[in-house]
């Protein structure tokens, strides 16, 4: 018998014994090479009305019934309210869901499944064991995609299957120890000690190396939230396909769908680095970036306020504020070296840490702004294809306009 607890995972409908029926098997009878194992804990998600049935049939005296039919097995058996626990997503509105049939609400649940997977494999002590059985068909398609990014390889995923007469008898829950006579629908008679129940392994394409441990690796994160995100980051790693927008209007940028979160002056140089590069303009020296009416500074300028309009919460200064429009000749080069180090090099440097955190690795050094300019030249550029760069509103972004010579 395995050492480690379990923590069983369902997504229960309107059939309470898909999750009785489970434990009787983990718990009392074992499976395969593995023996019975301790159930520790109990999540299901589920809708209002699963919530009802679930509360109908009483889970906690349903196993205590277990725990009492099978004393050798009582221990294993989760016979507290602390150790169930039943959860019901709210919407966008804030309203739990009463059932899974539109895109909203699949979202929804989607969102809920995946962190609950995320959650219950953090714990290295603990095995996660997800069930497919019960709840609407997204469920299970969400709870075994989930699965496939987050589990280890002591995490398992099954099916539970009962036999013809068990199905259609509301009244059985698991196999009594003994001879015990129920009746299903139409009436026919059955023991329901006599009947099969039925673990099915599923087998898993364990991703989690090549997506989550990927991303932690290099920025110790978590991956996003979203199921919708989770899987356009998983398929940036697996594929290596990026498509990057940038939206002048509103200095927004877009990694597969994904939102960029970044100040207005971080997605002011960002943006302006990546349209430079989309229309062939990189490297960008510094010195272009230095001032307010000359090289990018107009379009750095311009996309910092748009940035700041969108992101009206952000109190985000921005080193162009303060400039003049045009440095004298005369104290151009002491400027420069002073704007550079004090406001440039550090948003530069922040860009970098953000996009870490955000994105899986080898996308962020993509789109990383490097120096690749000679000593004392500093000019930046970043390693992504140009052709997958997407310049929304392109006709609103400034003209550069050419840095006067030094005298």
Request: hydrophobic residues 40%; negative net charge.
């Amino acid at each position: 018998m395995t050492s480690i607890p379990v923590q069983l995972l369902c997504i229960a409908g309107t059939s309470p014994a898909v999750v009785t029926e489970t434990v009787y098997v983990l718990a009392v009878r074992g499976e395969g090479d593995v023996g019975p194992q301790t159930i520790e804990h109990v999540h299901i998600i589920t809708t209002t009305g699963g919530r009802t049935s679930l509360e109908a049939v009483d889970l906690i005296r349903c196993f205590r019934s277990m725990a009492r039919d099978y004393p050798d097995a009582a221990a294993r058996i989760p016979v507290r309210d602390d150790q169930i626990v039943i959860e019901v997503p709210n919407d966008t509105c804030g309203v739990e869901l009463n059932d899974v049939r539109d895109a909203c609400q699949s979202a929804v649940m989607a969102d809920a499944i995946v962190d609950a997977v995320r959650r219950l494999t953090a714990n290295d002590d603990r095995q996660l064991h997800a069930s497919l059985a019960g709840g609407r068909k997204t469920m299970g398609h969400f709870l075994g995609s989930a699965m496939m990014l987050f589990a280890r390889p002591m995490d398992m995923l099954s099916h539970i299957l009962a036999g013809a007469n068990a199905e259609a008898c509301r009244q059985f829950f698991y196999p009594p120890s003994v001879p015990t006579m129920m009746e299903a629908s139409g009436g026919v008679q059955f023991d329901a000690s006599l009947e099969s129940v039925e673990l099915y392994s599923v087998p898993l394409l364990r991703l989690r190396d090549h997506v989550v441990n990927a991303t932690r690796g290099q920025a110790k994160v978590r991956l996003p939230g979203s199921y919708a995100e989770l899987v356009d980051v998983a398929q940036q790693v697996l594929t290596g396909s990026i498509r990057v927008s940038v939206d002048i209007d509103t200095a927004t940028i877009r990694i597969n769908d994904q939102k960029l979160r970044l100040q207005p002056g971080e997605a002011a140089i960002l943006s302006c680095l990546l349209v430079e590069h989309a229309q062939g303009r990189t490297p960008v020296p510094a010195t272009d970036m230095l001032y307010r009416n000359v090289g990018v500074g107009p379009a750095l300028y311009g996309l910092h306020r748009n940035a700041q309009v969108t992101d009206e919460q952000s109190k985000d200064p921005f080193f162009y504020d303060e400039l003049p429009d045009n440095l004298p000749s005369a104290a151009r080069k002491k400027d420069e070296k002073r704007v550079l180090i004090d406001n440039l090099a550090p948003q530069i440097s922040t860009i970098r840490k953000v996009l870490k955190a955000q994105l899986v690795s080898h996308v962020a050094t993509l789109l990383t702004p490097n120096n690749v300019g000679p000593k004392g030249h500093r000019a930046y550029t970043v390693e992504l294809d140009p052709t997958a760069i997407e310049v929304i509103e392109d006709s609103a972004y400034p003209e550069r306009v050419p840095v006067p010579e030094q005298a």
